[in-house]
């Protein structure tokens, strides 16, 4: 039973996902988004339960500056996935039957990086200043 040209260039699409270079893909992406988060929550949920112990002054300014290094990491990786977004393709291990290629984050999902951006900057930006008040 042989392939037909169209069948056969559609296998050879879905195929191509893994040649793509590896940050252009969406579940790298992906994957650096949520480990970025899980890794900030981890990292702030443990520094939350021992803050609540520490009487030594410095110490606690040792936890401060590790949320803050768990904050501006999270924060740098959501700016470093939408610079990707924003700067060409991300590609989907999905095809899209109209053209015969991969699927691409489309303009939703370019919305979608600049906003979690935005949210992010200003979440810090907001912390911060609290902070420092």
């Not at 740098?76 to 984050?105: C, H, N, R």
Request: charged letters at 15%; glycine letters at 6%; hydrophobic letters at 55%.
């Amino acid at each position: 039973m042989s392939r037909t040209n169209r069948q056969q260039k559609l296998l050879e699409a879905k195929r191509s996902y893994h040649e793509k270079p590896l940050l252009r893909r969406a579940k790298v992406c992906e994957s650096i988004l949520g480990g970025a988060a899980v890794a900030a929550f981890v990292i702030l949920s443990c520094v939350v339960q021992v803050g609540r112990f520490v009487e030594d002054e410095v110490f606690g300014w040792v936890l401060v500056a590790i949320a803050l290094v768990a904050c501006a990491a999270f924060v740098g990786a959501v700016v470093f996935v939408s610079a990707l977004a924003l700067t060409g393709p991300i590609y989907k291990q999905q095809l899209d039957f109209a053209s015969g290629d991969l699927e691409t984050w489309g303009s939703t999902d370019k919305a979608a990086a600049v906003a979690l951006t935005l949210l992010a900057m200003f979440s810090v930006g907001y912390i911060v200043y609290r902070f420092l008040l």
